[in-house]
């Protein structure tokens, strides 16, 4: 019988490199030659195509990050890194990692499953923001002023339960944040839906845009692209110290607070649109899908996706080929809630809308599971 302990390190790393990464870490845990070849820097396990996980919440085990599997179909616990994150608030993921909000509103880059963790810059130092301290030093409760142009309409003071909720709206990575200091971090905050940017590891925020209620953001092709609630897409490029958008109008008519607006790029690389209804207030075909026609500057709708599957939500919208990941469903949007404050007060909105048949399902194998922090689609990297 052979001894599949004795592979050698190069074999060993080829196999790893078809392998899930459920299916790499059950690896490392066979025996010690297998865990060597698992740990090895210049060995890149992630080179199969991933679907995403779902990260859930669990109240009742805080030592654990639960996650549900759409390639199994099952749902599983990996142990917590230190500090531990339970009850941090997710609000944004891409390349493996979440950006994260802890109970005291601080903002942290972390991979789940390394447990390595990336300090963000305090929102104490945008220029908006400021907070009221004790006789300690601690911080207590945090102001923050309404700016437009040169003048504050209104200060506004909040809780360290209502800053989480309400001013952190989604935040959005530019790189692996782990490969020098070339990460950036773009996000929207507040009620007012301010653009912000920082650097991961970095000191301090900067506000780049506060005269639009911006909605989404993506990077795509080494640029941020962001939305707003009237539909105007920008995108971002850098001319020397500063960011200048280059702007694309709008022509489709579903732009008010009751939408919510998504971009995704497909896998030929065009420019996508979700347009999906909030609350009550639903158009017609539950999830519209538009793709920008970039020479005539319209948006086309898109009435079959074909091969392709999007995950949507506080993650980093996602588009997969369901040809290469034959879990998931073709021509089909995977999507969680992102309003913070929907999942406090009971809304969990989790489904697979078919963007063809125009129907909605529940995500079938999905248990039951508490509401706060909301879930987010993340998709694993070792990295």
């Given at each position: 019988?052979?001894?599949?302990?004795?592979?050698?390190?190069?074999?060993?790393?080829?196999?790893?490199?078809?392998?899930?990464?459920?299916?790499?870490?059950?690896?490392?845990?066979?025996?010690?030659?297998?865990?060597?070849?698992?740990?090895?820097?210049?060995?890149?396990?992630?080179?199969?195509?991933?679907?995403?996980?779902?990260?859930?919440?669990?109240?009742?085990?805080?030592?654990?990050?639960?996650f549900?599997?759409?390639?199994?179909?099952?749902?599983y616990?990996?142990?917590?890194?230190?500090?531990?994150?339970?009850?941090?608030?997710?609000?944004?993921?891409?390349?493996?990692?979440?950006?994260?909000?802890?109970?005291?509103?601080?903002m942290?880059?972390?991979?789940?499953?390394?447990?390595?963790?990336?300090?963000?810059?305090?929102?104490?130092?945008?220029?908006?923001?400021?907070?009221?301290?004790?006789s300690?030093?601690?911080?207590?409760?945090?102001?923050v002023?309404?700016?437009?142009?040169?003048?504050?309409?209104?200060?506004?003071?909040?809780?360290?339960?209502r800053?989480?909720?309400?001013?952190?709206?989604?935040?959005?990575?530019?790189?692996?944040?782990?490969?020098?200091?070339?990460?950036?971090?773009?996000?929207?905050?507040?009620?007012?839906?301010?653009?912000?940017?920082?650097?991961?590891?970095?000191?301090?925020?900067?506000?780049?845009?506060?005269?639009?209620?911006?909605?989404?953001?993506?990077?795509?092709?080494?640029?941020?692209?962001?939305?707003?609630d009237?539909?105007?897409?920008?995108?971002?490029?850098?001319?020397?110290?500063?960011?200048?958008?280059k702007?694309?109008?709008?022509?489709?008519?579903?732009?008010?607070?009751?939408?919510?607006?998504?971009?995704?790029?497909?896998?030929?690389?065009?420019?996508?649109?979700i347009?999906?209804?909030?609350?009550?207030?639903?158009?017609?075909?539950?999830?519209?899908?538009?793709?920008?026609?970039?020479?005539?500057q319209?948006?086309?709708?898109?009435?079959?996706?074909?091969?392709?599957?999007?995950?949507?939500?506080?993650?980093?919208s996602?588009?997969?080929?369901a040809?290469?990941?034959?879990?998931?469903?073709?021509?089909?949007?995977?999507?969680?809630?992102?309003?913070?404050?929907?999942?406090?007060?009971?809304?969990?909105?989790?489904?697979?809308?078919?963007?063809?048949?125009k129907?909605?399902?529940?995500?079938?194998?999905?248990?039951?599971?508490?509401?706060?922090?909301?879930?987010?689609?993340?998709?694993?990297?070792?990295?």
């Open positions: 019988m052979a001894d599949w302990s004795k592979l050698s390190i190069d074999i060993s790393s080829l196999i790893h490199g078809e392998l899930s990464v459920l299916d790499y870490i059950r690896v490392g845990a066979v025996c010690k030659q297998w865990n060597f070849a698992c740990k090895l820097k210049y060995h890149c396990p992630t080179k199969k195509p991933q679907s995403p996980w779902l990260v859930l919440p669990d109240e009742c085990d805080t030592t654990t990050i639960k549900f599997s759409i390639l199994e179909k099952k749902t616990k990996i142990p917590c890194p230190e500090p531990m994150i339970h009850r941090r608030a997710y609000i944004g993921s891409g390349h493996g990692w979440l950006v994260t909000v802890n109970d005291t509103c601080s942290h880059l972390l991979n789940p499953l390394t447990g390595a963790q990336i300090p963000l810059p305090p929102v104490t130092t945008l220029p908006f923001v400021s907070a009221h301290h004790n300690h030093g601690q911080i207590i409760e945090f102001v002023e309404v700016p437009y142009g040169a003048n504050i309409i209104s200060t506004l003071v909040f809780s360290f339960e800053m989480r909720c309400i001013f952190f709206q989604k935040a959005v990575l530019s790189a692996v944040p782990d490969v020098g200091d070339n990460c950036l971090i773009m996000m929207i905050c507040n009620n007012w839906k301010h653009l912000v940017i920082g650097r991961a590891g970095g000191e301090a925020w900067k506000c780049i845009s506060i005269y639009h209620h911006y909605t989404n953001i993506i990077h795509r092709k080494g640029k941020f692209h962001t939305i707003s009237t539909g105007i897409v920008k995108v971002w490029e850098h001319d020397g110290l500063f960011l200048r958008p702007i694309i109008k709008s022509n489709i008519r579903y732009f008010l607070n009751q939408f919510m607006h998504y971009l995704v790029e497909s896998l030929d690389g065009n420019l996508l649109l347009v999906r209804a909030q609350e009550e207030i639903k158009p017609s075909d539950g999830f519209l899908v538009f793709s920008l026609d970039e020479q005539e319209k948006w086309k709708k898109v009435n079959n996706l074909h091969e392709q599957t999007l995950f949507l939500g506080y993650n980093h996602v588009c997969l080929s040809a290469n990941l034959p879990e998931l469903q073709h021509s089909c949007i995977y999507s969680t809630n992102n309003k913070l404050l929907y999942f406090q007060h009971g809304s969990h909105d989790m489904e697979i809308f078919y963007l063809k048949e129907k909605t399902r529940r995500i079938y194998h999905l248990e039951r599971h508490l509401n706060w922090p909301p879930p987010i689609w993340l998709t694993p990297s070792l990295s």
